[in-house]
């Protein structure tokens, strides 16, 4: 078929409309970043933990990487335990330590850093400089470097402080000008400049040195000059640039130490006390990291796991788990158990990634962590893992996931906001048949749909009764995977809100002396918005209703008189019209019983059992009461032994079972009861008495008695 002039000129109209519209969107999507949209003026060298920055025309935080390139106006931050090494074009070096900020600004004549908050390091080599001052804004004040190197930090309030390592450096702080020299340290306040000599240097570790984390702890070295005249030494060590409570705080005799860490990131410096003038020297704060190298865990696919396509690559998810100290990681795939000649060799930023480029064979990947500080190496590999890719003509059904079986639902959930069914399935199958039918053999099919997903919302109204759903899959040429399990699914008005606390047919006791007691409702949420009225009354009918609270939450208290109670739960919308309600529980509110008084054995005496049949008890009558229960222990080594335990509906039992005693410590307990009419609960309970007696035979110690000696125990 020939195409006429017109339908030329239409096509290369659309192809450079196209065109058009991809260079425009190329062109919004790289000036909404911001970057190159300002001159070019260094590079991010090394880095450690969360690094962001901003473009100038930006409002969002990026993460950024290692090699990055830094534009004018950027402005650049770190997190916790993270540290920032910045080179200008200048070769100027700025460190950022972990919760710093700053703002970079380039010029022809000078390098203009913006010092926001935290700590930094600057080093300005004046040789490679070009003539360029290196100038850092802190709040209202200004410190120009020539040649010199610099340690700042700054609080919430903009008092800084400076530390001049080599070179010097100049300070301007509204009309106040100071030149600060080598082995000095400065104290910028709102009202107030302190400048002082630093008589205590450090020597090792310098600042912000990383060493490697060892299998327990890694020790570190340290030396200082001990300032000159009668001083007192102490090396202090703390997780914070402020050194505040520190870690470490140790007396030390001479100019040297060394001590053992953990993993994490430390500060130190060295104090010195004048023994005679009791002044305090303090040197600069310097860091040092130790830094582990922990390979992560592989999470998927499993370790000898089989993934299953039938018509094109699968999508393979592959995750591992995260480490908080790395950004990104290098995932290797091979054919090769040896990681040779790698199929997949891709750095991967956080902890997880996508791919459908491997087809049918066998594989195994590892993961390793992408070393992004110069200071030390923390890369470390994973194990490797195997997995196969096989191909196949049938694959497995979806599988259900919600509604869960036998779930009961209320109809109002679906009318108002639907029902949703969700499933698994692989990746290589496009849709989702799912049918949903009256019965389990599928015959009284309600409704039938396909979906690309893995959910779908059903709106359709239904009847209360029993449903059950089934999947299937669909494939591309329009063939099908075997059904799924079938799932059952029951619609119902009641039952919509489960209550929880108290239980049906409760009985709980009150304190003594109380006539009501708090008491703690609670029931679960349902599928819809709306709030809960709670509901108390003295009869199963409501008709008698004696609470009735608003509640917006899941639970409520109520401060409740004794009886019998019932209560429920109803949800209702904003009109106060009911949506659903709970069942109808309910719960007793009792005393309890008065404490039995006893009458004989009475605690501390001693029965002579020699001329007795029975070892008599004797109680006063408690009012309620319908049944004693009685404890009988005897007393061996400091353990109660027990020896009977006893019931009776009168206020006397004679325990007739002599055989059962023996010369000794005894212990009775006696506890009132009121049972339920027509049945054996204990509606009511007294707290439980206790007396102690002793029981002897009469017999003097010298009498010898060669009978073996019996007792059985319960």
Do not use: C
């Given at each position: ?5 017109s ?5 290369l109209?659309?192809?450079t ?11 919004t999507?790289?000036?909404q ?19 962001e920055?901003?473009y ?11 090699d990055?390139?830094l534009?004018n106006y950027?402005t ?14 200048d ?44 100038t850092i ?9 020539s040649d ?20 010097k ?8 000008e ?19 000599d ?8 310098e ?29 202090e ?18 100019a ?5 860490f ?26 040092f ?13 499993s ?19 995260r ?32 791919l459908?480029?491997?087809?049918q ?13 110069n ?6 590999e994973s194990?490797?893992y ?30 108002r ?10 990746n ?14 599928f015959s ?39 059904s ?24 709980i006791?009150m ?13 679960s ?9 709670l ?33 429920r ?54 009012p309620?009461?319908t049944l ?9 080594g400091g ?9 009776t509906?009168?206020?006397?039992y ?40 002793n ?20």
């Amino acid at each position: 078929m020939r195409l006429s002039k017109s339908d030329v000129i239409t096509a290369l109209s659309g192809i450079t409309i196209i065109a058009l519209l991809g260079a425009m969107l190329y062109y919004t999507v790289h000036k909404q970043s911001g970057a190159g949209s300002t001159e070019l003026i260094g590079k991010l060298v090394s880095k450690s933990n969360l690094a962001e920055r901003k473009y100038t025309a930006q409002v969002v935080w990026d993460e950024i990487f290692k090699d990055s390139d830094l534009y004018n106006y950027d402005t650049i931050r770190t997190g916790e335990n993270a540290e920032a090494v910045i080179r200008l074009k200048d070769d100027t070096t700025i460190t950022l330590n972990e919760n710093s900020m700053i703002l970079l600004a380039y010029s022809e004549k000078e390098v203009d850093i913006q010092f926001i908050q935290g700590t930094i390091n600057a080093r300005q080599d004046g040789k490679n400089a070009g003539g360029k001052v290196v100038t850092i804004a802190s709040g209202d004040s200004k410190i120009s470097l020539s040649d010199s190197d610099v340690s700042l930090s700054q609080d919430k309030d903009n008092q800084f402080q400076m530390t001049v390592n080599r070179g010097k450096a100049r300070l301007k702080t509204g009309d106040q000008e100071k030149i600060v020299n080598e082995n000095q340290n400065i104290l910028a306040g709102k009202d107030t400049i302190r400048l002082y000599d630093l008589t205590i240097q450090l020597f090792a570790p310098e600042n912000n040195q990383a060493y490697a984390a060892d299998v327990r702890k890694s020790t570190v070295n340290f030396s200082w000059n001990r300032p000159a005249g009668d001083y007192t030494s102490y090396l202090e060590i703390a997780a914070n640039p402020t050194v505040s409570d520190p870690l470490i705080k140790r007396k030390i005799i001479g100019a040297a130490a060394a001590e053992a860490f953990p993993e994490g990131v430390y500060y130190w410096r060295v104090t010195a006390t004048n023994n005679a003038t009791n002044k305090v020297e303090t040197s600069e704060t310097r860091k040092f990291t130790i830094a582990a190298s922990t390979p992560v865990q592989l999470i998927m696919p499993s370790n000898n796991s089989v993934i299953k396509y039938r018509d094109s690559n699968p999508m393979i998810n592959f995750m591992w788990s995260r480490d908080v100290s790395v950004s990104r990681y290098n995932l290797v795939i091979s054919a090769s158990s040896a990681m040779s000649s790698p199929v997949v060799n891709s750095s991967v930023v956080g902890n997880k990634i996508s791919l459908n480029s491997l087809g049918q064979g066998e594989y195994y990947w590892r993961i390793s962590t992408v070393n992004e500080s110069n200071s030390i190496n923390t890369s470390a590999e994973s194990p490797v893992y195997k997995f196969v890719v096989s191909r196949t003509d049938k694959l497995e059904p979806p599988q259900p996931i919600a509604p869960t079986e036998n779930k009961s639902i209320h109809p109002l959930t679906i009318s108002r906001q639907g029902l949703n069914f969700t499933w698994t399935k692989d990746n290589t199958i496009p849709e989702t048949r799912i049918v949903i039918a009256k019965d389990g053999g599928f015959s009284q099919t309600i409704f039938k749909q396909n979906s690309d997903g893995n959910a779908i919302k059903f709106t359709e109204q239904l009847k209360d009764g029993e449903y059950y759903w089934s999947l299937r899959g669909v494939m591309a040429d329009g063939s099908m995977t075997d059904s799924s399990p079938v799932r059952r699914f029951r619609v119902a008005r009641e039952g919509g809100i489960a209550l929880i606390e108290p239980g049906d047919r409760t009985g709980i006791t009150m304190n003594d002396n109380e006539t009501e007691s708090d008491i703690a409702f609670s029931w679960s949420k349902t599928d819809i918005e709306g709030k809960y009225v709670l509901q108390i009354a003295r009869d199963r009918g409501f008709t008698s209703i004696t609470r009735e609270l608003s509640v917006q939450d899941l639970s409520s208290t109520a401060s409740i008189k004794e009886g019998l109670h019932f209560w429920r739960v109803r949800q209702v919308d904003d009109t106060g019209a009911e949506l659903m309600a709970s069942p109808v529980f309910s719960f007793e509110l009792i005393s309890k019983l008065q404490l039995p008084v006893a009458v004989s054995p009475k605690a501390g005496i001693t029965i002579d059992m020699l001329k007795r049949n029975t070892l008599d008890f004797y109680w006063n009558r408690v009012p309620g009461a319908t049944l004693y229960r009685i404890g009988l222990y005897q007393v061996k080594g400091g353990i109660q032994h027990s020896v009977a335990t006893l019931e009776t509906r009168n206020l006397n039992y004679k325990f007739g079972d002599l055989k059962k005693l023996d010369v000794g410590r005894f212990i009775w307990t006696l506890q009132a009861l009121e049972i339920e009419k027509g049945g054996n609960r204990a509606r009511r309970k007294s707290d439980e008495i206790k007396m102690t007696f002793n029981i002897s035979l009469g017999i003097k110690d010298d009498f010898k008695f060669d009978a073996p000696k019996t007792m059985i125990t319960e």
